[in-house]
């Protein structure tokens, strides 16, 4: 567990260290499961949860909390929405966040979206179980099973930082200026326009002038893990990226942005996140802007 630039905790912890910290019963750690799963597939991430889960872990429904007044997908909700649904999570301001999804494929995937959400409303003392669940369950750690506990509530106050988030507004005027690289999450299929989206009736393809740099990539097959810092540097480099520039990381809908946006922070780089990403930008933005690809 290595402390990170100005920040109190690091971006990520290992499934060892919380280990020994759950043992120890530290009382300001509170664990969260982010388990989401995309439209196309047939997993469901609370069903998982209640089925295998880290025993102290309560889950964080990032459909649930979202904003219901658009009809884009998981979009933030306000402050005070934040602020009671974790504050009935028994979380409080002063607690260590660990959060983890349950993502065989990938090991972390949907975290990093509670990440950020909990940092875009300032609660910066949270961390990504690296390797998820699945690294859990590999050193033969503990699990248990059965419906979501009801911790105790607890006041929470959420203070909103505009400056992690991007929205269509400034997007467009970015589009204009180029004062931020635009690098994006989706597979390369996804974003050339050759492999459909998982969101019926939306073509693929991207943004003019965003920079692909595929998730994965960020992440390491043979262990599981986040890829180590100097790797994430390399695919940011190798992809065309100036990390002296400012950059802003969209997807398909706001979750996988969040993984490149914990990459860069790794590397020491404050990254925002447009929220409504592909699937707003394709819908809305002027379509000049746009390079489309095969239809879903």
């Not at 919380?18 to 995309?38: A, E, F, I, M, S």
């Not at 073509?203 to 790797?231: D, Q, R």
Request: proline share 8%; net charge neutral.
């Amino acid at each position: 567990f290595v402390f990170w630039c100005a920040r109190m905790v690091s971006p990520f912890v290992s499934a060892t260290w919380l280990r020994h910290r759950l043992l120890d019963g530290l009382k300001n750690l509170r664990v969260v499961d982010g388990t989401w799963y995309g439209p196309s597939s047939k997993n469901n991430g609370k069903k998982e949860f209640e089925r295998q889960r880290i025993e102290s872990a309560v889950f964080f429904d990032i459909d649930e909390v979202s904003d219901k007044k658009t009809d884009l997908p998981h979009m933030l909700p306000s402050p005070d929405e934040f602020a009671e649904y974790v504050g009935k999570l028994g979380i409080s301001n002063n607690h260590h966040v660990i959060v983890y999804d349950n993502n065989l494929e990938y090991g972390v995937f949907s975290s990093p979206r509670v990440w950020w959400t909990f940092r875009v409303f300032g609660h910066n003392d949270i961390s990504v179980l690296d390797g998820g669940l699945p690294k859990w369950v590999s050193h033969g750690y503990p699990t248990v099973s059965g419906p979501n506990p009801i911790p105790t509530p607890l006041p929470y106050k959420a203070t909103h930082q505009p400056q992690l988030v991007r929205t269509m507004h400034q997007m467009l005027d970015n589009f204009n200026t180029h004062a931020e690289q635009v690098i994006d999450a989706r597979g390369q299929g996804r974003f050339d326009g050759t492999a459909p989206e998982p969101r019926a009736g939306l073509p693929s393809g991207h943004m003019i002038g965003a920079i692909n740099i595929p998730f994965s990539k960020l992440l390491s097959p043979e262990t599981g893990l986040m890829a180590p810092k100097h790797h994430i540097q390399e695919v940011f480099e190798k992809a065309g990226i100036d990390l002296n520039r400012p950059m802003v990381a969209s997807c398909g809908s706001g979750i996988t942005a969040c993984t490149l946006a914990l990459g860069a922070a790794i590397l020491g780089k404050e990254v925002p996140v447009y929220d409504g990403s592909w699937t707003e930008w394709t819908q809305k933005a002027p379509k000049d802007t746009c390079k489309f690809g095969i239809k879903s």
